[in-house]
């Protein structure tokens, strides 16, 4: 298996443009998770779906976040408009089981 | 979310050396206790993990000992190499249905020197 999949792995983006960040999870991986990494704030989950559905936005930093995953192979994180402050890596990640998540490697987004 | 104290957010330790990393958790009701190591431009992977019940889980050169009553468990990496150099987080996972979400301590940043 490739392992979780991440595109684009590097995006640099104006203040104010539309950003979307893509994730294929490992086949046959139930859950997906939406992380943020930064210096100052360390991992943050943002979001987490379960057989594709939501169940957790609550570290969804504000209403320009927005998630989905249409199906068990695909999921994407849009920022809408982006800031400066978005600047971060954002990674996703997908379970076989309870705490044994997979990683992928990450989208490096910096905001100008 | 439940907070994960990590500490120190650095370590140097020279190679051969003991690597010690410790955590403390606020809150009792977790059921699994996971930690990942995490390369430069890499996402995390996981290490090692143990769940409540036992005290101590060994894998090679990488230990976990854990102390319920104390809310804390830690990593030890015995004969530490250069290699080993990389960011370690521990983690914590809640019992019940948000069993499926992790979270994570501040990192440590371990640099071992040949």
């Known amino acids: 298996d490739a392992g979780v999949i991440q595109s684009p792995r590097h995006e640099v983006t104006e203040m104010g443009q539309e950003v979307t960040l893509r994730c294929k999870p490992i086949?046959?991986?139930?859950?997906l998770f939406w992380y943020r990494q930064t210096m100052m704030r360390g991992l943050e989950l943002l979001i987490y779906?379960?057989?594709?559905?939501?169940?957790?936005d609550s570290g969804m930093p504000e209403d320009r976040f927005s998630a989905k995953m249409p199906n068990a192979s695909f999921s994407t994180l849009k920022i809408q408009p982006s800031e400066p402050r978005d600047s971060a890596v954002y990674f996703c990640?997908?379970?076989?089981?309870?705490?044994?998540?997979?990683f992928g490697p990450g989208t490096r987004l910096t905001v100008t | 979310q439940q907070q994960v104290k990590q500490s120190p957010q650095s370590l140097i330790v020279q190679k051969g050396g003991i690597s010690i990393i410790n955590c403390a958790y606020e809150n009792t009701a977790f059921d699994y206790f996971p930690w990942y190591q995490q390369f430069p431009g890499k996402g995390p992977a996981l290490l090692i993990a143990i769940r409540p019940d036992v005290s101590e889980k060994k894998e090679g050169r990488f230990t976990i000992s854990f102390n319920k009553s104390a809310k804390q468990f830690s990593l030890h990496i015995m004969d530490s190499q250069p290699g080993d150099s990389a960011t370690y987080f521990c983690a914590v996972v809640p019992t019940g249905n948000a069993g499926n979400m992790l979270t994570f301590g501040g990192g440590t940043r371990l640099m071992v020197k040949p």
């Open positions: 779906f379960n057989n594709n559905v939501p169940i957790d």
């Open positions: 086949s046959g991986h139930n859950s």
């Open positions: 990640a997908s379970m076989a089981g309870v705490g044994e998540q997979y």
